[in-house]
């Protein structure tokens, strides 16, 4: 069974810096491309990152050049460095694998909430 469990999320002021972990079980990690994605109140959930499973990467542009994602296959471990937060980055950020392509399920994480202060 599937299971992405995401940790490092928190409080931190405008202009600093957090890093999400999205550790994943019951999968072969390196086989497959995965993303964050975020949902602020009142929004649709929405594309923050994906990585391939050969570490290409592609941002949003509200992100580019500020959020870096990352992984460890090693660790099944997939990772968002979040740097010159704003406070429009407030909001719960999750993981994802989606192996329908394979007929398989679109799976998330428990989402990790970030809140940016001025």
């Known amino acids: 069974q599937v299971q992405l469990v995401e940790s490092g999320g928190g409080l931190v002021q405008a202009g600093g810096s957090l890093r999400l972990s999205c550790a994943a079980s019951g999968v072969i990690f390196s086989d497959h491309a995965m993303g964050w994605f975020r949902q602020a109140p009142g929004t649709q959930r929405e594309l923050v990152a994906t990585i391939t499973n050969g570490g290409s990467t592609n941002y949003a542009d509200s992100v580019k050049g500020r959020f870096t994602i990352s992984r460890d296959n090693a660790k099944n471990t997939m990772y968002l460095q979040m740097n010159s937060l704003k406070r429009e980055d407030t909001a719960v950020y999750y993981c994802?694998?989606?192996?329908?392509?394979?007929?398989?399920?679109?799976?998330w994480g428990q989402g990790a909430q970030v809140t940016v202060s001025l």
């Open positions: 994802n694998l989606d192996l329908r392509r394979y007929g398989g399920v679109n799976h």
